[in-house]
């Protein structure tokens, strides 16, 4: 997944979404009318998010050794609602939240560690939080970023069936059974989305997988970005329920 670096332009280009192929490629029109092929980091479906002929922005990189120079970041969504289609963001956008204390259940923590090897399946734990003072335990966190909104304000997760996900749910039960802390973090970059629900309908396996693991102890809580294209900015703001039943 792509991540923000040095190389990448201050700010982000509008353009025109014409469509999206072969999984990791987009097509766009610039304002001249030309027609310029981006870079798609994001492996999921994409559902409800690509909706052609409505403005999308994306990032620059001065990078030679990329295939393509521009990432798509944000595009619009139907009812006029932004999403952040990076899904390369969602960590970086979820430390930054985790130092400025915005997130609260994660306050406190003096040491921060990224992709750590754990749990019988091999996994990488997206965060290892330690030093607590209120609570000497180890916690997991994994991050899933969510841009599915089906009715108004519903989010879903997945938008495709995910078997990592079931993986990741299994590792995270696994880590509470040992008597460590796990919290699953929805990352919400979309404007519209007032809540987080399983998709049953996409990945019934995954929804179940997720009732299991609050009934086990794993926490699992959603927080919503704010979106602001012009300005290349997006900040996880607030928190959000999540909702099973």
């Not at 990189?61 to 393509?68: H, M």
């Not at 966190?141 to 990741?168: C, Y």
Request: proline share 7%; glycine share 8%; charged share 20%.
């Amino acid at each position: 997944m792509l991540l923000p670096t040095q190389a990448e332009l201050p700010s982000w280009q509008t353009a025109e979404l014409l469509k999206r192929y072969k999984r990791f490629m987009v097509d766009v029109r610039l304002a001249d009318g030309h027609v310029i092929t981006l870079h798609c980091p994001n492996t999921g479906s994409m559902r409800n998010c690509v909706l052609p002929a409505t403005p999308c922005w994306y990032s620059t990189s001065d990078n030679p050794k990329r295939k393509y120079a521009h990432t798509l970041e944000v595009v619009t969504t139907p009812g006029g609602h932004l999403a952040g289609v990076n899904t390369g963001r969602a960590n970086h956008l979820v430390q930054l939240a985790i130092t400025a204390g915005v997130i609260e259940e994660l306050r406190g923590y003096t040491t921060v560690r990224r992709e750590v090897i754990y749990g019988e399946e091999k996994s990488r734990i997206d965060f290892l939080l330690d030093g607590a003072p209120q609570d000497p335990r180890p916690c997991y966190v994994e991050v899933k970023s969510v841009t599915l909104m089906e009715a108004p304000g519903q989010g879903l997760f997945p938008d495709a069936i995910s078997d990592r996900g079931s993986k990741h749910l299994r590792e995270l039960m696994a880590m509470v059974q040992q008597g460590y802390r796990a919290v699953l973090l929805f990352c919400v970059q979309h404007t519209g989305i007032e809540w987080v629900e399983p998709a049953d309908g996409i990945d019934p396996v995954y929804g179940k997988h997720l009732r299991d693991a609050i009934a086990m102890g794993v926490e699992v809580i959603a927080y919503q970005a704010s979106i602001n294209p012009v300005a290349a900015d997006i900040t996880l703001v607030k928190k959000i329920p999540v909702r099973t039943e």
